[in-house]
């Protein structure tokens, strides 16, 4: 089996052969072969191929192919043999899946989240058949979707093209994502043998179980779902002060830090109508109380451990690692934006005043010398916390975005990882770089997925 990359032609014409230049033919291993099953996504055609006496790569594909298989666009793309079959697949085609969106036009064809699609295409633009699409796009009676591609000016194009080789899962709705129907749906691509990643949002809780068991468990805080009073308390007798977060949250949304100092009382911490707010409690009944743990308002939290970030200025950081499969399948750390709490916030997120710097800043500001020493243990862990994540799961995952502390004695934690991580973090001018290296990683895993790159043997 071979693959490279080459230039697609269409040619005008009503005769049915596929021409390949001499270069190709022989970089693929196609010799002696009359006719071959050419293949983009779905859909495949038997057609005659002859050679070409024309110099560089390109595959001469005449119109009447070209809308057989629906082939979206000319220009570059790659191209996979298989000499066993002797089938020549052209592409890969691949699908992100998003949501509908109820404010959409020609313009702005995924409503508020067109550009975000925008920019994973371009990343893709001259490489594979890239296409965002929503789950009403497909028609499975004709093996088909209708995908928004971004042509070479930019515009926004919808073309009808077979079910894709690959699908990048971004469907942005939690409750959406829950409904039985859309699991069945990811399903259907599965049975027909299309890979899906990554599978779904992941709860916090979700992925504290995934590592029960497993070594590298030790690097999340302890937890405890849905926790009792009982609980809360022995918790914050046995680490002073813990944070309760709703275990589908995001954003910092819905989370407290309580703190217990003997003598003083129990304080909570959190965010209401864009303030900071701090309560306290003489009693762990008043605290239990305002919290209504009696009245189930607790129910889907978790209660885990406090951890003592270390600080700049007295705010507290942590990190975003951006974290990706390359496309010889490993886990890699595409980017880390380091975020400094805004002051009195009990999370670092932007929208509750934290600031976003480099890791190299902040680390150095914090550790001076020692701080790529410290920034290089981190990517270790990060990357073991991925394989980790990914043993214990039975889906394919390509990208995840963990939010990681350090301690004051350097030891490293996972807060969350986020299985359709944001890219806020990129928009730093120290980062655009790591961002876009973050888009072109999802290219190649997904040309990997797709099968158009040699896979590692098992
Ligand atoms: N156990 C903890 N100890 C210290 N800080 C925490 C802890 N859990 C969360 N945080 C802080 O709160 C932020 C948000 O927590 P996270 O679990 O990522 O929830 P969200 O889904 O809202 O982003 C983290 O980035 C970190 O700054
Ligand atoms: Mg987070």
Redesign the pocket.
């Known amino acids: 089996m071979s693959f490279t990359s080459c230039t697609l032609s269409f040619t005008g014409g009503t005769e049915k052969t596929v021409l390949a230049t001499r270069s190709l033919v022989k970089t693929l291993g196609i010799s002696g072969v009359k006719t071959i099953t050419l293949k983009v996504g779905s859909k495949d055609v038997s057609v005659p191929i002859k050679l070409v006496k024309r110099p560089g790569m390109t595959l001469y594909l005449p119109i009447a192919i070209k809308q057989a298989l629906r082939v979206p666009r000319s220009g570059r793309a790659y191209v996979h043999y298989d000499a066993a079959n002797q089938e020549l697949r052209l592409g890969p085609l691949i699908g992100i899946m998003t949501g509908a969106m109820v404010r959409t036009s020609a313009e702005s064809p995924h409503g508020p989240r067109s550009s975000l699609m925008r920019s994973y295409l371009s990343a893709g633009a001259n490489k594979a058949f890239y296409f965002a699409f929503t789950p009403h796009d497909v028609d499975w009676s004709e093996g088909t979707v209708v995908g928004h591609f971004v042509s070479g000016e930019g515009e926004w194009v919808r073309k009808t093209v077979p079910l894709p080789d690959v699908v990048y899962n971004r469907l942005a709705s939690r409750r959406a994502e829950k409904q039985q129907s859309f699991e069945s749906f990811k399903e259907r691509f599965i049975r027909k043998g299309i890979p899906v990643f990554n599978w779904s949002y992941f709860d916090?809780w979700d992925v504290y179980k995934i590592l029960e068991g497993d070594e590298m468990k030790k690097h999340v805080?302890e937890s405890h779902i849905n926790p009792s009073p009982e609980t809360l308390k022995a918790m914050l007798e046995r680490h002073k002060f813990?944070?309760l977060?709703p275990t589908a949250?995001?954003?910092?949304?819905g989370?407290y830090r309580l703190t217990y100092h003997p003598g003083k009382g129990y304080f909570a911490r959190f965010r209401q109508n864009n303030q900071n707010v701090l309560l306290r409690y003489g009693k762990f009944a008043g605290l239990s109380s305002m919290l209504g743990i009696s009245r189930g308002r607790l129910r889907n939290y978790v209660a885990?451990?406090?951890?003592r970030?270390i600080e700049i200025d007295s705010c507290?950081i942590?990190f975003r690692f951006h974290m990706h499969k390359n496309s010889r399948d490993e886990w890699i750390v595409a980017g880390i934006g380091a975020?400094k709490?805004g002051r009195g916030s009990?999370?670092?997120?932007v929208k509750n005043g934290g600031q976003v710097m480099t890791p190299e800043q902040a680390l150095g500001l914090v550790f001076g010398d020692r701080g790529n020493q410290v920034l290089e243990h981190a990517k270790q862990v990060a990357i073991q916390l991925c394989q980790a994540i990914e043993r214990n799961y039975k889906r394919v995952l390509g990208e995840l975005g963990l939010?990681i502390?350090i301690d004051q004695n350097e030891r490293i934690?996972m807060?969350?990882a986020n299985s359709k991580p944001g890219r806020s973090i990129f928009k730093h001018p120290g980062l655009k770089h790591q961002g876009r290296a973050s888009l072109n990683h999802l290219v190649d895993y997904s040309v990997y997925l797709a099968k158009f790159r040699p896979r590692k043997e098992a």
């Open positions: 916090k805080p813990i944070y977060k949250g995001s954003l910092g949304n989370i885990q451990q406090g951890i970030l507290p942590d975020k709490a009990v999370t670092t997120h939010d502390g934690w807060f969350e």
